[in-house]
């Protein structure tokens, strides 16, 4: 995890880094625009054009496998099983925004928007990076994400649809949250934003059963437009399908590089026994897929989720994970939360977890990007 350059600087990535570097020169001289987007791009792309990268936990601060972080311990020092283990934060902190849609005041998982506030804004100033999912309801029924039996509901949220009106009210709860995630200078905190995810598989509305590619490029866009009017200049868009498709498959929805940052992509290891071969086989192949995408969309690229639910395997971090990634020059990965209320729905580790050891060994390697190398 200790950043030092390594000297094999992909000639995309350096692209990449001039053309960030283009746009918030441009950005300045149109008008004295905040350019902490192209700040966080930047550090992204170096990490991956220095053979690195950065480790993400979805909703580490704020639950862990034993504990809660509830209302006594507001002013407590931020926790995180992570750090529980390895004694730094991770690089990446995930939050999920699905229930504010709706005003609630907690998301689907319990977390107070107000706690997530605080942790997002805590987590930029001490040099982090912060990723939002949003698995937000079905806007035709009201039920949630998974709720995906009908096959029209992107459709219905189009403009010139039923449903568009109301969702353009749930964009706008979800920009006025985004538009007061603000550092102490009044500047909005980048966010990777990665809406409508896994949109390959039928799990969600917006999956693949739903509707045309065309429909699932104009929600999208639609959602890019309405959010940039908002003034939400700050968000890095992730596209992230799930594991196992083609490059047709994957690129069968892509909204286009005008609306798109990082070309991103979900994949769990399942099951035991033949498990990890399988996995390693899926991770390896999707990764060099990527690589390709990467160099040939001038995109990050990056390991949206991640994760084997309860770790089966002790070594898995250095064992599969490392292996499958390592050399594929992603910017960062994420693995996901560690529910306190479940007994197996968990994929970081904790203290006395037995993959804990093996941990340690992969927040040890030069590869590995934690919060402390990002100050
Ligand atoms: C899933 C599970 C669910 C959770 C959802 C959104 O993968 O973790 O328990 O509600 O993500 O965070």
Known sequence: MTSYFRGFGLVMISAIIIALSLTSVKAGIK????NSKEI?????????????????HQDSYFYGKNWVRGEAEKTAPWRSDIKDVCGDFPAVLGCDLGGIELGLS???????FDLMREAIKAHHKMGGIVTLSWHQRNPLTNGTSWDSA??????????????HVKYLKWLDKIADYIIELKDDNGNLI????????EH??????????????????QMWRMTYKYLISKGLTNLIWAYSPNLGTDKDGYMRNY???DYVDILGYDGYQFGEGAARDTYLKAIKSDMAMLKELGIKHNKLIAVTETGYEAIPDKDWWTKTLMNGVKGSGICYLLVWRNAHNQKRHYYAPFPGEHSAEDFLKFYDLPETLFLNDLK
């Open 31 to 34: 008008k004295e625009q905040d």
């Open 40 to 56: 966080v791009m930047k550090k992204l792309a170096k990490a991956a054009s220095d053979g690195e990268f950065c480790f993400g």
């Open 106 to 112: 907690a998301n689907l998982d319990g977390v107070q």
């Open 150 to 163: 009908q096959d029209s509901v992107i459709r219905y949220i189009l403009p010139g649809h039923p449903g």
């Open 190 to 197: 980048p966010l990777i934003f990665r809406p409508y995810h």
């Open 200 to 217: 390959t598989e039928k799990w969600f509305w917006w999956g693949v059963q739903d509707s045309t590619p065309d429909d699932y490029k």
């Open 255 to 257: 909204p286009g590089d």
